[in-house]
């Protein structure tokens, strides 16, 4: 499709629990990016794809988080024991190339409880 | 020093007015700028991309590059109160696979 499909649109977890992020990029488009938007707009990092190659991984915390792009399925990140910090809207984006600017989805705003 | 830096405002014009966001950003080697438009509760919406110095026009928006300053604006003409709204900065360094986001400025157009 021409958007970029994002799920759930809300999470809600308790604190120590596991939360799944969902997304879909846009057809052919080989790259895929998450972000997580706290407050006051900042936008931090996590990860990229290239296809289901990680491409960049230097934001991610890895000691909680994860994340898969598999073929034919859609690009998942995963919060394993979930913090209160990690409350934030999580943006999956996909681009064409690494050099052109993204599409975003809707986002999943998670909120650690 | 952040990687990109922008005033978060708001920054108040009048309809009609010329609106003049600006960008800064400490990674020489960044070859790829954009502009991003974001509503309150949305995601980011790309509205413009630079990858040289100079000025890009696109309807009402220009985007100005000028890299040996670090500099990346973006004018907007004939602001309109539909223009309300967040406009991050984002920059592509050479060597990095990843976008880096400045914090946003936000606009406020007065009818």
């Known amino acids: 499709g021409e958007e970029v499909a994002q799920t759930p649109k809300h999470l809600v977890r308790g604190e120590g629990q596991k939360a799944k992020l969902y997304c879909a990029p846009i057809?052919?488009?080989?790259?895929v990016f998450w972000y997580q938007q706290v407050l006051k707009n900042e936008f931090k990092f996590l990860i990229s794809?290239?296809?289901?190659?990680?491409?960049?991984e230097t934001g991610m915390p890895k000691e909680r988080f994860s994340a898969k792009c598999l073929p034919n399925s859609p690009c998942s990140l995963e919060i394993q024991a979930t913090k209160l910090e990690d409350s934030a809207v999580y943006f999956c984006?996909?681009?064409?190339?690494?050099?052109?600017?993204?599409?975003f989805g809707s986002g999943t705003r998670l909120t650690v409880v | 020093q952040k990687e990109v830096e922008q005033n978060s405002g708001p920054l108040s014009v009048p309809e009609g007015a010329i609106a003049s966001l600006n960008c800064t950003y400490s990674?020489?080697?960044?070859?790829?700028f954009f502009w991003y438009r974001q509503y309150s509760g949305k995601s980011p919406e790309l509205i413009m991309s630079?990858?040289?110095?100079g000025d890009k026009e696109d309807g009402r928006f220009t985007a100005q590059l000028n890299k040996a300053s670090q500099y990346v604006s973006l004018l907007i003409r004939d602001s309109q109160p539909s223009d309300s709204a967040t406009y991050l900065c984002?920059?592509?360094?050479?060597?990095?696979?990843?976008?880096?986001f400045g914090i946003g400025t936000k606009l406020q157009v007065i009818p």
């Open positions: 984006a996909s681009s064409q190339d690494q050099n052109y600017g993204y599409t």
């Open positions: 057809k052919g488009h080989s790259y």
């Open positions: 794809f290239q296809n289901e190659n990680v491409f960049d």
């Open positions: 990674d020489r080697g960044s070859q790829s």
């Open positions: 630079i990858y040289s110095n």
């Open positions: 984002a920059v592509k360094t050479g060597g990095y696979q990843k976008v880096t």
